[in-house]
């Protein structure tokens, strides 16, 4: 699930994946929850605060590249 990006990640795409703050966990899961409208609010722009962004490797482009290196921060040039 995607909504609209913060501002880190708005600088390589126009969208970014649902990252729920962990005090949500449980009602994000819970089969009995009736609040369907509150779930709506849930997925929103996870803090740019609470995120750090490093260059990587081109290898990411390509699901057949399920290495380690795909994790490894690279130097920028």
């Not at 009602?27 to 609010?41: A, H, P, R, V």
Request: include cysteine; glycine fraction near 2%; charge should be negative.
């Amino acid at each position: 699930m995607t909504t609209a990006p913060n501002k880190m990640t708005q600088k390589v795409h126009n969208r970014m994946l649902v990252i729920l703050r962990e005090d949500t966990y449980d009602l994000w899961i819970d089969s009995k929850m009736d609040g369907t409208e509150y779930l709506k609010t849930l997925p929103i722009p996870f803090p740019t605060e609470n995120m750090k962004s490093n260059p990587v490797s081109a290898l990411v482009n390509s699901p057949k590249n399920d290495v380690e290196e795909c994790l490894s921060p690279i130097n920028s040039l």
